[in-house]
């Protein structure tokens, strides 16, 4: 029996060994091919792979079957992050999509097959619906010849097209980067060096430990990047996925700084040094400061359900200057709608550089003017049947109060989302991917923001006694 392939929100992904076959490999990207083909005969496909024992192998495997479909099946040369695929689609009229072979954010024990279109961003949801149901049962014997190209090289000198970069060359920054053994390693240490930014890279080679650090930029798999940045006395640290599509950051003091604090930062960096001005688009798990922020600088906000799949459909409606979502995932519509994790770094270097400040000073004011904010993530492994259970019961639930608190607003949009009146909220959501609900709060403190992780949990686990 063939195996069901499912797209999360980011791709499909699968257990190298498990799903994750060359039959599967054959089957997802057959499906991937005829879809293009239909109406884009003889186009260019990108395929790209990052770092992971297996990834290259299945790029090649995929590109032949994409080149049987008829299509030119351009492979690149090296391990590359994701945004330069996207780089690529997004900037060659000749290309119809790409394919990423990728682990990304999971630990070293998957791979899986990201999708991209014409666009370089990811697709709709119905088109992805509509892939993901054409995908054959059995897998195709065609095959077709690659042809490689370097499309790393075009991605990186792409990071500075609109940078100041004289501004980072006299900042005198020192850098702690790590790429988490990712196809993003090497690669920010390169174009940062000769504007003399001095850069420690951590995890950028392959070591006997790259099997148990999982690449996905929170804590505690950040752990050694808030280390050596207290150690080497760095002004910040950086950090990517396995991918270099995700990220967040370390401050100078050790603090770690999650993704959504550093779409606060360069959002409020892209309206004052690049007079941007836009709608800005985010998930349900958008920080409140960026959501004063936003208020404060007249931008409209356009809140998404959870995956970057909905920010993607909101940003080629056009007007949109930054996308973001809760896993780290940050996008500029004015490159191509989809993540991009090192430019979103390079923006932060520039911000660094002009207001001549430490990444912690630039937090510090953030809490100063908006107000501090705790954020968390917390996820609660259950069985099948129970997260189904509860996905049914939970349009249903209505808390009228957690912690002493009643919600000023509910919401079942995705998930059960609550609201307080000093703009806190806890959010509970069924993954559509595994038998897990996550549980997000953000807080004015750590302590009211860990309450509310508690209480969700007590929600999840039916032993809470508000509803």
């Known amino acids: 029996m063939s195996t069901i392939i499912h797209f999360g929100t980011g791709g499909w992904y699968a257990r190298r060994d498990g799903d994750f076959t060359e039959e599967n490999v054959v089957r997802l990207a057959d499906a991937a091919a005829q ?109 077709g010849p690659l042809i490689e190209k370097d499309i790393v090289s075009p991605y990186l000198e792409s990071l500075f097209s609109n940078i100041d970069t004289q501004a980072i060359a006299e900042a005198g920054l020192q850098l702690v980067y790590d ?3 990712g196809s993003a390693r090497g690669y920010l240490p390169a174009v940062l060096g000769p504007l003399g930014v001095q850069t420690i890279e951590i995890h950028g080679t392959d070591e006997p430990d790259a099997q148990t650090l999982r690449p996905e930029p929170i804590e505690p798999w ?36 999650d993704a959504h604090r550093v779409f606060t930062l360069v959002l409020g960096h892209l309206v004052k040094h690049h007079g941007a001005h836009g709608r800005v688009a985010m998930g349900l798990t958008g920080s409140i400061q960026t959501r004063r922020m936003a208020r404060e600088l007249g931008l409209p906000l356009a809140i998404k359900p959870i995956g970057f799949k909905y920010i993607y459909e909101e940003m080629v409606k056009g007007g949109v200057i930054i996308g ?17 994790g090192l430019y979103a770094h390079v923006l932060l270097c520039e911000m660094m550089a002009k207001e001549h400040k430490t990444l912690g000073q630039l937090i510090d004011e953030l809490d100063e003017h908006y107000g501090p904010v705790a954020y968390a993530r917390r996820d609660i492994r259950l069985q099948n049947e129970e997260v ?36 806190s909220w806890l959010l509970l959501r069924p993954s559509g991917t595994e038998p897990v609900v996550r549980i997000y709060a ?26």
């Open 388 to 423: 189904e259970m509860l996905r049914t019961l939970m349009p249903g639930l209505n808390p009228q109060n957690i912690v002493g608190r009643a919600p000023v607003h509910v919401s079942h949009r995705d998930g059960l989302r609550m609201e307080f009146d000093d703009e």
């Open 324 to 340: 973001g979502e809760e896993t780290g995932g940050i996008g500029f519509p004015e490159r191509f709608p989809g993540r991009d």
């Open 179 to 181: 790429p988490m053994y």
């Open 35 to 143: 879809m293009w083909s239909r109406t884009d005969s003889g186009a260019i496909v990108y395929i790209g792979y990052d770092t992971r024992e297996g990834a290259e192998q299945a790029a090649r495997l995929a590109g032949m079957v994409v080149a049987g479909a008829g299509l030119v099946a351009m492979i690149s040369d090296r391990y590359t992050p994701t945004s330069a695929l996207s780089w690529a689609i997004a900037n060659d009229p000749r290309a119809c999509g790409g394919l990423m072979i990728t682990g990304s954010n999971h630990s070293s024990d998957y791979l899986g097959i990201k999708v991209r279109m014409a666009d370089g961003g990811t697709g709709t949801a119905d088109v992805i619906d509509a892939l993901e149901e054409s995908i054959p049962l059995e897998a195709t014997e065609a095959r």
């Open 222 to 257: 950040v752990d050694d990047c808030e280390r050596m940045v207290l150690s080497s006395k760095a002004h910040a640290g950086l950090i990517c996925d396995g991918d270099g599509s995700r990220i967040s950051a370390v401050d100078e003091r050790g603090r770690y700084i």
């Open 442 to 467: 953000e807080a004015g403190t750590i302590e009211l923001r860990d309450e509310m992780l508690e209480a969700g949990t007590a929600i999840v686990k039916g032993e809470y006694g508000g509803i």
